[in-house]
Nanobody, 121 residues
């Protein structure tokens, strides 16, 4: 079993910045990709940013140019630097990892419990 723990959420004014971190631990053979999702009240969970083990990032259109995802393969961590935050960025942010528990094992997805980000206007 793999555990993901997010940190770095909080309350910030519009235009401010926050840095989220996610640490994966447990029975990990290799991580294929890590991602950040978010879910605002009354809305579906949406992909915010995704990064492969090779370092290729992808972003939702709504955060391009403002958010930056990075990963550290050696430490099994991922970070999301969020700049120029807007009230509409308010949500619970979840970390997800796609990993293998063994060399021949299947690709599995695991989720963190989420961290609240609140942006005040």
């Amino acid at each position: 079993q793999v555990q993901l723990v997010e940190s770095g959420g909080g309350l910030v004014q519009a235009g401010g910045s926050l840095r989220l971190s996610c640490a994966a631990s447990g029975s990990i053979f290799s991580i294929n990709a890590m991602a950040w999702y978010r879910q605002a009240p009354g809305k579906q969970r949406e992909l915010v940013a995704h990064i492969t083990s090779g370092g290729s990032p992808n972003y939702a259109e709504s955060v391009k140019g403002r958010f930056t995802i990075s990963g550290d393969n050696a430490k099994n961590t991922a970070h999301l630097q969020m700049n120029s935050l807007k009230p509409e960025d308010t949500a619970v942010y979840y970390c997800a990892a796609e990993y293998k528990g063994s060399i021949l094992g299947p690709l599995v997805r695991s989720w963190g419990r989420g961290t609240q980000v609140t942006v005040s206007s």
